[in-house]
């Protein structure tokens, strides 16, 4: 339970700091290469330099294999969303995009036999139906472009669930090196698309991306240690009514932001989705 307390943690500094560096970033993409940079040192430090060079090994294979699907995933869950919300509006990209945490819940109970106890499963509801009435409002406008909210929806699910995929295919220790495939491959493809676009990395990318980076990294890393000891369909509902119950009160408490009346209903239904999901 440690290892997801920390998790909700880390991944809540990486929207707060995300927060704060919107008027300050002008290149987006500048600062999440220098994220995945700084993510895939963080990793190698974490590494076995004896396993990392060990070419025969299968585990490692597994790791490289599905760390590089991973870190695909997170760039393109990435892209979807800047290609969703001039398209669908921010809210129904945002909805979709939570809503994402499905697929992983999905993908343990049909293929690893995790079945929620009852109330582990209204839990599970009331957390789903607290993330739509968090973000909705009746002049959200309708979809424009579905087939992007669901690609988007299962470009982040997928990615949420390659870490229990490595979990039950993958060798622990291990580990480091999965998370260093994902962020050097995410780095890779976005180096690529600087590239493309003749982009630079300026002071303010660099620093932002360096501060959102630490969090971003520990994330991953506190989520695998999270699912070693917690079935998946607790740990990744939990994880994500977490983060956003956190980053919420962050903005009432950090940024002075109002929440409405609908938002503080979803917050209560977040608090008893939580206790239920624990029980």
């Not at 506190?222 to 994880?239: C, Q």
């Amino acid at each position: 339970m440690l290892s997801l307390c920390l998790g909700i943690l880390s991944s809540s500094l990486v929207s707060i700091i995300m927060r704060l560096s919107g008027s300050r970033v002008k290149n987006n993409l500048g600062m999440l290469t220098m994220n995945y940079i700084v993510c895939s040192v963080l990793a190698a430090l974490f590494c076995d330099v004896q396993q990392t060079l060990t070419f025969h090994n299968p585990g490692l294979t597994t790791a490289l294999s599905l760390g590089g699907v991973n870190g695909v995933l997170y760039l393109a869950g990435f892209i979807l969303m800047q290609i969703n919300i001039p398209r669908n509006g921010v809210v129904l990209s945002s909805i979709f995009q939570k809503l994402g945490l499905l697929v992983p819940i999905v993908i343990s109970v049909c293929f690893y036999r995790e079945l929620p106890s009852f109330l582990q499963g209204t839990g599970f509801l009331l957390a789903v139906a607290a993330i739509i009435l968090m973000n909705y409002r009746k002049d959200g406008g309708n979809a424009d472009f579905k087939l992007g909210l669901l690609c988007m929806l299962l470009a982040c699910g997928m990615a949420e669930a390659m870490s229990k995929v490595f979990k039950e295919a993958g060798i622990p220790q291990l580990e480091p090196q999965f998370l260093l495939f994902t962020f050097a491959s995410a780095m890779v493809l976005c180096f690529l698309c600087m590239i493309a676009k003749h982009q630079r990395i300026g002071l303010a990318e660099l620093l932002f991306g360096t501060m959102i980076a630490i969090p971003n990294f520990f994330s991953s890393k506190f989520l695998l240690g999270a699912l070693e000891t917690i079935p998946a369909v607790i740990v990744f509902p939990v994880f994500s009514v977490g983060t956003i119950l956190v980053v919420t009160m962050t903005g009432v408490l950090l940024f002075r932001e109002r929440i409405t009346k609908q938002q503080w209903i979803a917050i209560s239904m977040i608090l008893v989705a939580l206790v239920l999901l624990n029980i």
